[in-house]
């Protein structure tokens, strides 16, 4: 048993899921919001700071963040 965890643990370390932006980031990302706009602060209660759906990102050509 524990052989087949080590396996599984080896290969889920060598590919990791992809990590998408927030939607506030991505915003931010394409010019509609800036960090030190009014409307910013706003944007946090409109689920800003969730990350963005694999299968939304991917249909709206989003890649997935390098430094996570």
């Known amino acids: 048993m524990a052989k087949v965890e080590e396996a599984v643990m080896a290969w ?37 700071n969730t990350q963005i759906p694999a299968d939304i990102a991917e249909k709206l050509g989003i890649e997935p963040k390098e430094d996570v």
Do not use: F
Not at 28 to 47: E, T, W
């Open 12 to 48: 889920a370390a060598e590919h990791p899921e992809p990590v998408y932006p927030t939607w506030g980031e991505w915003l931010i990302a394409i010019g509609i919001l800036y960090r030190d706009d009014p409307r910013h602060a706003y944007s946090i209660s409109i689920k800003a």
